[in-house]
Nanobody
Framework: QVQLVESGGGLVQAGGSLRLSCAAS????????MGWFRQAPGKEREFVAA????????AYADSVKGRFTISRDNTENLVVLQMSSLKPEDTAVYYC??????????????????WGQGTRVTVSS
C-alpha cells in the first residue's frame, strides 16, 4: 500500500519559515520523481516544486523561486520543502505527490500517480 504522509504545516507570520516533510512508503522511492503542490480555498491545485529521482534536477514555480527549496533523502524515503520568506499568499494546503520516473510536465497534477492527504500552511500578515 502506497502512503505519502506530509507533516510540518502550521501557522506562521509573514516573513517566517516552515519545513514540510513527506514520508513515503510502499513505493521504490528512488524511482519516483517527487513534487509539491498546493491548493488555496476556492482555487485550483497548483505546482510548487519538483525533484528528480536522485535529486539531480529541481523545478520551481515562479512564485516560490528563491524562497522555497525542495530536497530529498533516498535513504530515508523523505522529501522536504523548506519554505522561507513566507507570504500570506502562500497560505494553502500543501500536498506531496509521486510519479514513476520521468522528468517532464512536472507542473501538471495529472502526471502524478500518488498523493498525500495534505498539510495546512497558514501565513498571517
Amino acid at each position: 500500500q502506497v502512503q505519502l504522509v506530509e507533516s510540518g504545516g502550521g501557522l506562521v507570520q509573514a516573513g517566517g519559515s516552515l519545513r514540510l516533510s513527506c514520508a513515503a512508503s510502499g513505493i521504490i522511492f528512488s524511482g519516483h520523481t517527487m513534487g509539491w503542490f498546493r491548493q488555496a480555498p476556492g482555487k485550483e491545485r497548483e505546482f510548487v516544486a519538483a525533484i528528480s529521482t536522485v535529486g539531480a534536477a529541481t523545478a520551481y514555480a515562479d512564485s516560490v523561486k528563491g524562497r522555497f527549496t525542495i530536497s530529498r533523502d533516498n535513504t530515508e524515503n523523505l522529501v522536504v520543502l523548506q519554505m522561507s520568506s513566507l507570504k500570506p499568499e502562500d497560505t494553502a494546503v500543501y500536498y506531496c505527490a509521486a510519479r514513476r520516473g520521468a522528468w517532464y510536465d512536472n507542473n501538471k497534477p495529472a502526471v502524478y500517480h500518488y498523493w498525500g492527504q495534505g498539510t495546512r500552511v497558514t501565513v498571517s500578515s
